[in-house]
């Protein structure tokens, strides 16, 4: 039988792929079927984490836009990414699968703070963890906080769960005959700023050779098929040949 490429997984959500229609943030029924490709992933025995945006609730560099204090409306959209991943963490356990959720803003009453040594027993003993709140300090995404948490827990790939299918030379949704790529390099998609992540977690994961798997989860069964190497997806990884991606 053939070792999957990969073992230890952080999956990124966006807080919008919780929303349901009617501007309703955080839909049971959209949050119930992502939790079962989760789930679905989890059973084939990889090691699973989570991060989870909060854009579905409130999004700090918005707010601050439209005259929130920086630092506050950062701390709010925080706040967000816990409602967030304490809704994936009921749905999961609603399922069967045993789930933590740790946050870099302590708050005990409601989940574990970020401890890293405990969160890798967490992963040992089968369970997905759920790391909410960023990095707990403002001016940083979720983006970062996803690169830095597949960094710090040792992850294989970092997976970034979007609306599309991987990453393209142009919006397709705009421009028809845009291109997708299988592959691209960490410097291409910063050299010509594809906002695939934000650039400091890109830079993360190049620096820490962490390869960012985007790929459409909004389509039924598709994080288990990119992992099964049958789906669709762009992979951003170092590459041998500097035109490999062209």
């Known amino acids: 039988m053939t070792e999957p490429r990969y073992k230890r997984i952080l999956l990124k959500l966006s807080g919008e792929v919780l929303m349901g229609e009617g501007g309703l943030a955080i839909d049971p029924a959209i949050t119930a079927r992502v939790a079962s490709e989760i789930a679905e992933v989890k059973a084939r025995g990889y090691e699973l984490c989570i991060v989870v945006g909060g854009g579905n609730i409130f999004r700090g560099l918005a707010a601050a836009a439209k005259g929130f204090e920086r630092a506050t409306a950062d701390y709010m959209g925080m706040l967000a990414t816990v409602m967030n991943a304490l809704a994936v963490q009921n749905a999961l356990e609603q399922i069967g699968v045993d789930t933590r959720v740790q946050s870099a803003i302590p708050m005990a009453s409601v989940c574990e703070p970020f401890i890293r040594r405990r969160a890798e027993r967490h992963l040992e003993k089968g369970r997905v963890v759920i790391f909410a709140a960023g ?71 190049r620096d820490n050779n962490i390869p960012i798997v985007v790929f459409n989860i909004r389509e039924h069964g598709n994080f288990a098929s990119v992992l099964s190497g049958e789906g669709v997806s762009t992979i951003v990884q170092t590459l041998e040949t500097p035109n490999a991606s062209l």
Request: aromatic share 8%.
């Open 135 to 205: 990095v707990g300090s403002p001016f940083f995404t979720t983006d970062s906080g996803a690169a830095l948490r597949a960094a710090e827990m040792k992850c294989d790939a970092l997976f970034k769960g979007t609306s599309v299918d991987g990453i393209y030379d142009a919006d397709p949704k705009v421009v028809k005959d845009a291109k997708r790529y299988d592959t691209i390099s960490y410097d291409t998609v910063l050299s010509a700023n594809l906002k695939v992540m934000d650039a400091s977690a890109v830079a993360l994961c």
